[in-house]
């Protein structure tokens, strides 16, 4: 238990000192060698390794499939497709509001997987939102909150087969009448809160009716006063604007690949075997026109991994830190704070604070979730809190730390697909995270009552 508060004690200066010099690498390194130093004492340094490789291996997968698209979009951008589909899409999208309501409209769409939404719709629309000089801060946030939020709320995407299988396994879950996990997950989406709301929260963002907050607002003045889409700390992820530049561009050059992507995503179910047929579309459809001659092809691809080492590293960092946190046990600590507190009423509020807590610190989602729901589960059927709330309560906690967790994949991904540096997007859509999140506390508040 004492190790479990040291935990949550790095875990709260980590996030502090992101958010206070917006840059959280070293915080993160510095956070999981702590860490290591109070689990294995004076054998930490060795450990630590350890773990760093066990959190490369166990996410090979993750690091391969953003690696792999990084080159997809290199060979998208250097044979200047995504510009032939911003040249079309603009003038679709003449305005402001247009542009923000198609990116919702995307969102949704491509609701497969949140890998795939955010980084798909973000080399789409990335040279939309420059050319109606709307900040890449917007886009970064259009992204995030269309990613998991909307895989959530349909019960095809991954998120939904992950919740059914986790959720099936649990004996209150059964006891309540349900026979399959799909079942008991559609039960549950009515009132996962978080996600229903922060997308509204989205559509109201995009029709202008919700105002600009934080370091979003001083986004769009950047914008009005300067015409920078994005910072110039950023200006380190946009090296290839000038690419970007006079009429050529072959729609056609960007959408064959892309639905070839898509498509594949849907049909394998696997986001790395996509991303190669995707990458094999464009060779065929590239190199014998020219358009990428046959001796630079690879070096694109290696090019445009190589672009994403600095976002695979945070992600690498960020699961470090899960696994020391994890073996100190913070996941029990802060359940053990919170079990006084429990009665069936409360129980769906207080499941939802805690996995979301668990979920923003460690940047694990399903791995929160698979943790916490065998213990929530049996606690709430001894105090009759109603299990449909409880399955509810997880899944918006692990929407809430997808969305607003600034280390986390989504969060990474969203600024990396946006071009902006990733604390610059966590701090600027923090308002909006924080809305969302107060309005669902009191959701399953209200509900807890009722139901």
Request: include cysteine; aromatic fraction near 12%.
């Amino acid at each position: 238990m004492s190790q479990g508060l040291i935990a949550l004690l790095i875990i709260l200066v980590v996030i502090v000192g992101a958010i206070t010099t917006h840059r959280c690498e070293e915080f993160m390194i510095g956070g999981s060698l702590i860490g290591a130093i109070f689990l294995y004492g004076s054998s930490f340094l060795s450990e630590w390794c350890v773990l760093l490789q066990e959190a490369l291996t166990e996410n090979v997968w993750i690091f391969m499939a953003c690696g792999l698209f990084g080159s997809l979009i290199a060979l998208l951008r250097t044979a200047k497709g995504s510009y032939g589909f911003s040249k079309i899409v603009s003038h679709i999208c003449d305005t402001e509001k247009k542009t923000l309501l198609t990116t919702f409209v995307l969102g949704v769409l491509i609701f497969v997987d949140d890998y795939l939404n955010v980084l798909s719709i973000g080399v789409c629309m990335k040279g939309v939102y420059d050319k109606r000089k709307i900040p890449r801060e917007a886009l970064a946030f259009m992204l995030d909150a269309t990613g998991a939020p909307v895989c959530v709320l349909l019960p095809f995407s991954t998120w939904a087969v992950f919740y059914a299988s986790l959720f099936i396994e649990q004996q209150s879950v059964l006891d309540y009448g349900f026979t399959s996990g799909m079942d008991a997950y559609i039960s549950a989406i009515p009132f996962c809160f978080y996600p229903i709301v922060i997308l509204l929260i989205v559509v109201l963002f995009a029709l202008g009716i919700m105002p600009k907050l934080g370091t979003m607002k001083t986004a769009y003045q950047r914008v009005a006063e300067t015409g920078k889409v994005y910072s110039d700390a950023s200006r380190k992820y946009n090296h290839d604007d000038d690419l970007l530049t006079g009429d050529e561009g072959n729609f056609w050059d960007f959408i064959i690949p892309m639905a070839v992507l898509v498509a594949a995503a849907i049909i394998t179910g696997d986001l790395l075997v996509a991303a190669v047929l995707a990458i094999a579309c464009c060779m065929v459809m590239f190199v014998p026109r020219n358009v990428i001659p046959g001796r630079e092809f690879f070096a694109v691809i290696i090019q445009g991994f190589g672009e994403m080492l600095p976002t695979l590293a945070l992600l690498l960092m960020a699961f470090l830190l899960e696994k020391v946190t994890s073996q100190m046990q913070l996941t029990e600590f802060i359940i053990e704070i919170a079990e006084p507190l429990l009665t069936g009423a409360l129980f769906p509020m207080i499941t939802f604070i805690i996995v979301a807590m668990l979920c923003f610190a460690t940047g694990s989602f399903w791995g929160m979730s698979a943790v916490v729901a065998p213990i929530v589960f049996p606690l709430g059927a001894a105090i009759s809190a109603n299990p449909v709330l409880i399955m509810a309560a997880i899944i918006s906690g692990g929407a809430f730390g997808s969305h607003a967790c600034f280390y986390c994949d989504a969060t990474l991904l969203s600024s990396n697909s946006a071009g902006i540096d990733n604390m610059e997007h966590a701090v600027s859509q923090l308002p909006y995270v924080a809305m969302g999140a107060a309005v669902s506390v009191v959701g399953f508040l209200v509900s807890g009552l009722m139901f």
